[in-house]
């Protein structure tokens, strides 16, 4: 491919929108193009990407035994009404009517289709297992489309489903399907953990995620994993054996309890220096509104609310924090003083967090302006619930170690779906008795324009992107520094057509611009390696620079040649 004749257009800055690193060197490289919010075209950069990741994916699907099909992305009410997802779903899941009044929604997954697809068709034991997937695009209507392809409304994934007669034989294709994920990541140069994650609205009682570790700085999501052995969770999923922090107010001097006066002392900071306590010694409130009802959380002072294991714990579809309106509405006092005491349990919903337990003669809001009790002990023990969030250097809950934290990407995750969808949708087969019974089911999705934007938060630098050269969309681009220069021009025709009869994806820089403008295009896009044929072919020599390590040699145009081929076709 000539430069002059790719269709590409860089930007000297990058988009104003954008904030993830892979949303602003995917716009400012010419790669996607926004069309509305969370809503982008791919341009052939991209789509060269897209093909790639996908075709890794299809070959290790293919390998492990699945097979490959393709389902509607217009769906029918009537099985996501049959599911009972229609309502459960939320307002994500893109409704509306056509022309007929038939109610249908644009598809954010295929767990429903596919089970209808399946039902009626296989309906003996002895045609299971089955795993079938396909590589489509999904919408969902994300409330604050965010970071580009990371979580845009419309998005291409890969999404495997299979059916089977026991859960042995789902675990069986549960770890196939963990090994294909493994190799496609390592082909696509992505080093992944796989991690325990919650299943959210897909459901299903075991999943895991594939992440693409990044660092403190970059990447959506927590990952706490533990040196000693293998644990390793999302945040939203992650538990830990809790330190053991003073939590008994009577070591510093309030073994009574008593209410005292707290002006305007309103966070846990505030009120841990005027009472001279640490905050594990405070029991704070935290009033939130789970589908529009309201929920008040009880959580050591020093722990956080997983807001994931809330929304899991209550059974809910959605989740806010209370303004302070709300909380002055619900238990007539305001934000900075709440408690438990004296709220109705009938109409104020109380989560008491297992990082509790063990508390004694505690600090407490009153539930009053400007007054906390100290010397608090429950009068009965409440269910506790894990719905913190983990802290790195809590303890593992497999071998007691520390538990450490980096940051990560989803880039796939897998599920045990069990008979969530066959039930329901009465999907069954026959047995070896006669009997019918529900499919015992598995899914298992990886996020294609996601794998790509993980890739580049992962290998970037100042410059632009590093693709690794397995999904590179070229591999090679050939600067002649002078395209006046007739010497410079011959012998970089003859390097490019050498590339490219020996089967590799190369481009030629053949634009009038200047040799700056061309190197610094060169390093945004990614290209892995770089042949510059400027004045040193007088003496027979071109450079050959590897973007990953930033090395330039100089060398003949048949070794850079060579060069290429060994790096490339070995």
Known sequence: MRMSKLFVQTLREFPNDAEAISHKLLVRAGYIKKLTSGIYSYLPLMQRVLAKISQIIREEMNAAGAQELLMPFVQPAEIWQKSGRWEVYGRELARFCDRHDNKMCLAPTHEEVITSVVSGTFTSYKQLPINLYQIQTKFRDEIRPRFGLLRGREFIMKDAYSFHTSQESLDEEYENMARAYKRIFERCGLETKMVQSDSGAIGGSVSHEFMVLTSTQTGENDVFYCENCDYSANSNHAVSILLNPQTNGADYGYDKEQKLDTPNVKTIEQLSEFLKVPSSCILKSVLYIADSKPVLVMIRGDKEVEETK?????????????????????????????????????????????????????????????????????????????????????????????????????????????????????????????????????????????????????????????????????????????????????????????????????????????????????????????????????????????????????????????????????
């Open 310 to 570: 809330l929304l899991n714990a209550l059974g809910a579809l959605e989740i806010r924090p209370a303004t302070s309106d709300e909380a002055y509405d619900y238990l007539g006092c305001e934000v900075g003083y709440l408690s438990f005491l004296g709220v109705d349990e009938n109409k104020v919903k109380i989560i008491c967090d297992k990082s509790a337990q063990g508390m004694k003669n505690f600090v407490i809001g009153a539930n009053e302006p400007h007054k906390h009790i100290v010397g608090y002990n429950f009068t009965k023990t409440p269910d506790f619930v894990d719905v913190s969030l983990v802290k790195e250097g809590e303890l593992c809950p497999c071998c007691n170690k520390p538990l450490k934290v980096t940051r990560g990407i989803e880039v796939g995750n897998i599920f045990q779906l069990g008979t969530k969808y066959s039930k329901p949708m009465n999907a069954t087969y026959t047995d070896e008795n006669g009997e019918e019974k529900p499919f015992i089911m598995g899914c298992y999705g990886i996020g294609v324009t996601r794998t790509a934007a993980a890739a580049i938060e992962r290998y970037h630098d100042d410059f632009g992107i590093i693709w690794p050269k397995e999904i590179a969309p070229y591999h090679v681009d050939v600067v002649p520094v002078n395209t006046e220069d007739s010497e410079q021009m011959g012998v970089a025709l003859e390097i490019y057509n050498k590339l490219l009869n020996a089967g590799i994806e190369v481009v030629l820089d053949d634009r009038a611009d200047r040799a700056g403008v061309k190197f610094k295009d060169s390093e945004l896009i990614g290209f892995p390696y770089r042949i510059t044929v400027g004045k040193t072919i007088k003496e027979g020599l071109v450079e050959f620079k590897c973007r990953k390590t930033g090395e330039v040699e100089k060398m003949t145009a048949d070794e850079a040649i060579e060069k290429c081929k060994t790096l490339l076709l070995s």
